[in-house]
């Protein structure tokens, strides 16, 4: 027995009503007005809307800790956050870290001590890095070592990461 389909139109297409609104986010010191859906990740609407795409997708899920930004001085996995969360919240990201006159004090170190090869997860470390030090809870290599832990970087610069986070510490404690 065979069987003769037609597939037919059901009917005119209907665009997709994207339930925008906006959301003001305060970014690197500035105010931004974004039009964006309440469910956009903050990761997305500062790549996607406000062309920062310093902070990288790594893993999506939180894992890897490339998405690494600072809410009001502390470290957050930015693609598990939504956008619309951060209203009246001081967002960082690695942008407003430093200028390419006048580099961050993390920004230079990771330079001096070659604290990256492919660069991709150092954005993430460099904020995760500055939550650490706005936290005041590490002295030693360990405990720098355990509260990065949630920063993977794949070219295995931990050792350079490290040394680098340190110098800023001890000059910091200094």
């Given at each position: 027995m065979?069987?003769?389909?037609?597939?037919?139109?059901?009917?005119?297409?209907?665009?997709?009503?994207?339930?925008?609104?906006?959301?003001?986010?305060?970014?690197?010191?500035?105010?931004?007005t974004l039009r964006i859906a309440p469910w956009t990740t903050l990761l997305d609407a500062l790549r996607e809307y406000l062309d920062l795409t310093g902070t990288k997708k790594g893993?999506?899920?939180?894992?890897?800790?490339?998405?690494?930004?600072?809410?009001?001085?502390?470290?957050?996995?930015?693609?598990?956050?939504l956008a619309v969360a951060h209203v009246g919240d001081d967002i960082q990201t690695v942008e407003g870290l430093g200028t390419e006159e006048q580099l961050h004090p993390l920004q230079q170190a990771f330079i001096d001590h070659d604290a990256f090869q492919c660069g991709y997860c150092t954005p993430g470390q460099i904020c995760s890095a500055q939550g650490l030090l706005n936290e005041g809870r590490a002295r030693t290599a360990d405990e720098v070592r355990e509260l990065m832990s949630g920063n993977l970087c794949r070219c295995g610069a931990y050792s350079?990461?490290?040394?680098?986070?340190?110098?800023?510490l001890h000059a910091q404690n200094a």
């Open positions: 065979s069987s003769h389909f037609t597939q037919q139109p059901v009917g005119p297409a209907v665009a997709a009503l994207v339930p925008a609104q906006p959301v003001a986010l305060r970014v690197n010191g500035q105010e931004r893993c999506d899920h939180g894992q890897c800790g490339a998405c690494t930004v600072l809410v009001n001085g502390k470290r957050i996995n930015s693609c598990l956050s350079n990461i490290l040394t680098a986070v340190l110098e800023v």
